[in-house]
């Protein structure tokens, strides 16, 4: 478990935080 995973956000998280 590396801190890249955290830095990596998918389209579907950044999708949904714009679409609330």
Do not use: D, K, Y
């Amino acid at each position: 478990m590396t801190e890249q995973a955290a830095q990596e956000p998918t389209m579907e998280e950044i999708l949904a935080s714009i679409r609330r």
